[in-house]
């Protein structure tokens, strides 16, 4: 694997704990609410979550383009 795509993917794995703690202060914030803000947290949170799959399926997108450079360069190198 490249040393630019495991910089990506070390990255990434950095910042799940950053996300995790997010949600979790999130939910914590609804349990604190009033019900009227409970909505407008809910909301926000399921808008967090839909940026978050984007970015995740991006990502897969962008990793899978990678891979595929690499292998058409390693093999038009003739490497096996």
Do not use: T
């Amino acid at each position: 694997m490249s040393f630019f795509l495991q910089m990506i993917l070390s990255r990434i794995e950095e910042r799940i704990p950053v996300l995790q703690e997010m949600e979790e202060k999130g939910m914590m914030l609804i349990e604190k609410s009033a019900d009227h803000d409970c909505v407008v947290v809910e909301e926000e949170l399921k808008d967090f979550h839909h940026y978050c799959k984007e970015v995740v399926s991006r990502l897969d997108r962008y990793y899978r383009r990678l891979l595929s450079v690499l292998v058409r360069r390693h093999c038009s190198f003739g490497i096996p």
